[in-house]
């Protein structure tokens, strides 16, 4: 955020990691700065003095499809060069809120008797140098008031307080308000609103929440970041929002792991003798035949014939090709026959070896059948749009749903702030056959259905019912992931928050990739490479955290559907065992339950790993 005055150029505000723009502080979102609050601008307010663009196919090509577009670029977020001569660059922030309270040191006594800490609340437009000024004509220092309006839809504004104290829209401006605290402050209970032109009429500040009142109206359809004139027409209702909450913005992102396409060979192949050769092809015999040929042999050499005659079909048929999800075509290459992926090149994107399994315990022997070591690996992340007061997160696929209520980064998209980071990992592949077995164990059905119960209450308080259950194998390898993170961590030199997860549970496979998912230095150290040459040892580790928890037995007791407690999206997890940073999970530390990885205190029969570990 940098701005300029009279040709000369003015240290920004403030400032912030390309990262936090996206996952934090992104358009929209709030930022408490060391004299104000700001609203971060939309992408129409963010200023280039050269835009760096950040290039990954698949995920434009998803993100055009989401969006309905036809094309859409991907930039970094744009850096202060800190140059005085420098074109200007940085991100337009708006003030808001506009409302602000005092730094007096005065008391209120009640009607009841009751002292209340008091202070003016005052709109920015009768603010005198940037100060409140007293009755003894002194300026006080202001502070922004801690407490918002917004929508699900995300659109945000000032409360109108007049019309709050006064319960009535009628008003005029006229007369002072003021804030009265009692207790820590933090009780809304004990925050009133006074109207000292109205003989001091107070209003508890709690009754903004009270649930089908609708007390602050309905919502403007303001949308500040975009510009202090943009608004849509909205039917919801306003609802109070305290700005540092966690609630008040959630980041929409998208990631891919940057791969090579495992498809692009062969197309390019079968591309070279198509016309000439395979168009007349209507069997895989014909296939075989015509590979005896000279000039079809040398193109197809390296591909399979099913495969060969699989694209031949597919362009007889006008078909495109197959739609693969952004996680399927990530595990599909993971999960390839060759024994390394990539090329082993200073800088390269992604490059991956199998690790021999020979050896392997007999507690995991046909269960996990694929080790590989990613020794390079290339993360870009895209910011879609955010929401407030509920989050949306992608789907187990890693693919968005945009039917939330999704508030845009810019008046009319045509690119998407994005940023890459590079890295490494260690990927582990569970056996399909394993997986489904398990499945029909008694133990395991019966878990199912506590689960899905829980899950069912929290569609019910969340009014989600769009809502989808990702599975009992996405809960069990997320559960064994958050576990192998937790013991990893202990040895691999990164910290358990720089490590991130991606898991893989669908009909194209289960998995789970472990990688570091910092833009600094410290992603690409070689730990979790390293980590994964004895990645047994490790997982033995993480299924012996998984047993006992220092919460137990209520935490292995856990009922999801209970609605005192309302973890309805965990079994047996708790900050004692299962859950991590929220920065290193895919889910917001949802969708847990160690007794599906191992038994515990007070279930035995629905351990994926059932065997004691040695």
């Not at 003095?49 to 499809?65: H, P, T």
């Not at 500040?205 to 089908?212: C, D, E, F, R, T």
């Not at 047993?547 to 708790?574: I, K, M, T, W």
């Amino acid at each position: 955020m940098s701005r300029k005055s009279r040709g000369k150029k003015i240290p920004p505000t403030g400032e912030l990691r390309k990262s936090q723009l996206l996952t934090t502080f992104g358009p929209g979102s709030m930022v408490d700065l060391p004299n104000h609050s700001v609203l971060i601008g939309g992408l129409d307010h963010w200023q280039f003095a050269k835009q760096k663009r950040v290039f990954d196919e698949r995920l434009e090509s998803y993100l055009c499809e989401l969006l309905s577009l036809d094309e859409l670029t991907l930039y970094e977020p744009p850096v202060d060069s800190g140059d005085p001569a420098a074109p200007r660059s940085g991100i337009t922030a708006f003030l808001f809120p506009a409302w602000f309270l005092a730094q007096v040191d005065e008391t209120y006594q009640a009607p009841d008797g009751r002292l209340y800490r008091t202070r003016p609340l005052i709109p920015w437009d009768r603010l005198v140098k940037g100060g409140y000024l007293d009755r003894n004509r002194k300026i006080i220092s202001v502070i922004p008031v801690r407490f918002v309006q917004a929508c699900v839809k995300g659109h945000i504004s000032d409360i109108d307080w007049y019309a709050f104290v006064r319960e009535t829209y009628d008003h005029d401006r006229a007369g002072q308000l003021w804030f009265d605290e009692g207790g820590a402050g933090n009780d809304f209970a004990e925050i009133y609103v006074r109207d000292e032109r109205s003989n001091n009429r107070r209003r508890q500040l709690s009754h903004a929440k009270i649930p089908g009142k609708h007390v602050l109206g309905k919502c403007s359809g303001r949308k500040p970041w975009l510009g202090p004139r943009i608004w849509d027409p909205c039917e919801e209702h306003n609802r109070l929002l305290t700005r540092s909450a966690s609630n008040a913005y959630f980041s929409q992102i998208i990631s891919v792991i940057a791969i090579p396409d495992t498809d692009a060979a062969l197309k390019g192949a079968v591309d070279e003798v198509f016309e000439d050769y395979l168009q007349y092809c209507e069997s895989v015999e014909d296939v075989v035949r015509e590979r005896r040929k000279a000039r079809v042999l040398n193109a197809l050499e390296v591909h399979d014939t099913q495969a060969v005659w699989g694209d031949i079909q597919r362009r007889k048929s006008g078909a495109a090709a197959e739609h693969r999800g952004i996680k399927q075509a990530e595990i599909e290459t993971l999960m390839a026959s060759p024994d390394s992926v990539g090329e082993d090149v200073p800088g390269g994107d992604f490059y991956a070896r199998t690790k021999s399994l020979e050896g392997l315990p007999a507690e995991f022997q046909g269960r996990l059948d694929r080790v590989v070591l990613v020794h390079r690996l290339r993360e870009v992340m895209a910011q879609v749009g955010f929401t407030r007061f509920e989050s949306s997160m992608p789907d187990i696929d890693g693919e968005l749903s945009l039917h939330v209520e999704s508030a845009p980064l810019a008046r009319e998209t045509t690119w998407l702030p994005a940023i890459e980071n590079k890295g490494e990992g260690v990927f582990l592949s569970f056996s399909s056959d394993a997986v489904h077995g398990w499945l029909r164990q008694p133990g395991v059905r019966a878990r199912s259905e506590h689960l899905i119960a829980g899950f069912e209450s929290w569609k019910e308080r969340k009014g989600a019912q769009d809502a989808t259950f990702p599975g009992l194998p996405y809960v069990m390898l997320h559960s064994l992931s958050h576990l192998l993170i937790t013991a990893v961590a202990l040895e691999c030199g990164y910290s358990a928050s720089a490590i991130r997860e991606r898991v893989y549970a669908g009909k194209y496979g289960y998995g789970i990739l472990l990688y570091t998912g910092t833009a600094g230095s410290e992603g690409t150290l070689g730990g979790l490479v390293e980590v994964g040459r004895d990645i047994e040892s490790h997982l033995q580790r993480a299924l012996e955290l998984g047993r006992l928890c220092s919460n137990d037995p209520v935490c292995a007791q856990h009922d999801p559907a209970n609605p005192h407690e309302e973890r309805f999206l965990h079994g047996s997890a708790c900050h004692g065992c299962v859950l991590i940073a929220e920065t290193s999970c895919e889910r917001r530390n949802e969708f847990l339950d160690r007794a599906l990885v191992v038994p515990t205190v007070a279930t035995a029969d629905t351990a994926f790993f059932d065997g004691e570990v040695t």
